[in-house]
């Protein structure tokens, strides 16, 4: 199977895109073999605006709670107007950007295996790998980036990796005993 989600968030350069695929093979070789294979694989990329989740001028929609109501976003000529705040929301989005890509993948392999009538035994291996990727680039041509040490804006590059293994093997015995089971 797969899946495809795309979602524009509330203010220009934020939205979420993800999709996955998931695919489960299982084989039965005999009355008393079973064995399989079950997969599923999601990466998504999620951009943000500069200051997302903060409640300060950066973040457009606290911007329009806390700076005057008569400042414009615009000059007349069409550059940035930063007013008594000195901040404009609108700029750090415009030149500055910010996103995370993930990529996740999951994998279980399992075997199971009936003797003795009333015996099973199955031993199972699953491996969880996550990779993140994200970006946060403050542009020079920003009034931000001119705040940054050298008013020359930042890069800033983060990369993480995890992986997790889990394997199980379990004995079960089932038997009947009249009404009891």
Do not use: C, M
Request: hydrophobic share 30%.
């Amino acid at each position: 199977s797969g899946n495809y989600f795309n979602q524009q968030g509330q203010f220009e350069k934020s939205s979420f895109e993800r999709g996955g695929i998931q695919f489960n093979i299982q084989h039965r070789a005999s009355d008393n073999v079973k064995f399989g294979l079950n997969t599923n694989l999601t990466a998504s990329r999620t951009d943000f605006i500069s200051s997302e989740n903060g409640i300060n001028l950066n973040n457009p929609f606290a911007f329009a709670y806390l700076a005057n109501p008569y400042e414009q976003v615009y000059h007349p000529d069409g550059s940035f107007q930063f007013g008594a705040v000195g901040r404009n929301p609108f700029e750090e989005v415009f030149y500055n950007d910010r996103f995370n890509k993930k990529l996740n993948a999951i994998g279980i392999a399992f075997l199971e295996i009936k003797f003795l009538k009333d015996f099973t035994f199955n031993t199972q291996g699953a491996i969880n790998y996550r990779t993140t990727n994200s970006d946060t680039y403050i542009s020079p041509n920003s009034r931000l980036g001119t705040t940054v040490t050298g008013a020359s804006g930042s890069l800033n590059r983060g990369l993480g990796n995890r992986s997790e293994g889990t394997f199980t093997n379990t004995l079960n015995w089932t038997k009947r005993f009249g009404d009891n089971h």
